[in-house]
Structure formats: C-alpha cells, structure tokens
C-alpha cells in the first residue's frame, strides 16, 4: 500500500503503508545517525501526535501515532515526521 498525499504534498500513512524510519538498536549511535530501515505500519495510536513529549515531563516512553514492524524484526513506534514513504 503506498501513502496518499494531501494538497500540500505531504504523505498521508494508514495501516498498511510501508515505509521508512530511522532505527538503531545501538545504545552509543546517536540518533541521527540512525540507519533507515523499512517496514510496515501495522497499528495506529489516533490523537497522541498531539500531546508533546514535554506533557508527559519526560523524554522516554512517550506515546507515538504508529506501531512499525519493521522487515528485520523489531516492533517501533513513530510519528508522521519520523516517517517516509518506501
């Protein structure tokens, strides 16, 4: 499935949509410098792309609009920034 795009050309994902983020299980990598990696969006978490990571009081474990699988195994959650098309 590949992402719609709105009037301002910006891609729209559903589940479904295969796509590319940035993922690195190494702890030292600092993040951008994250390779990308493709997969496919298997879930949506609709209205947490608009509570800001500073609303939770932390930078950890915060909620994200998609859940991820990407084709190497792991299970990711990002929003539409962190994303693009495949």
Same mark, same amino acid.
């Given at each position: 499935?590949?992402?719609?795009t709105?009037? &301002?050309?910006?891609?729209?994902? !559903?589940?479904?949509?295969? @796509?590319?983020?940035?993922? !690195? @299980?190494?702890? #030292? ?7 990308? #990696?493709?997969?496919?969006i298997?879930? #949506?978490? /609709? ?7 500073? !609303?939770?009081? &932390?930078?950890?474990? @915060?909620? &994200? ?6 084709? /190497?195994?792991?299970? @990711?959650? &990002? ?8």
């Open positions: 499935m590949t992402p719609h709105d009037s &301002r050309n910006k891609p729209e994902f !559903s589940v479904g949509t295969r @796509v590319k983020t940035r993922h !690195s @299980v190494d702890p #030292e990598l600092p993040e951008k410098e994250w390779p990308l #990696e493709t997969g496919v298997v879930d #949506e978490f /609709g209205g947490v792309q608009d509570i800001t990571d500073e !609303s939770y009081g &932390r930078n950890w474990a @915060v909620s &994200r609009r998609w859940a991820i699988a990407l084709d /190497g195994g792991p299970l @990711v959650f &990002r929003n539409d920034p962190d994303l693009e098309p495949e």
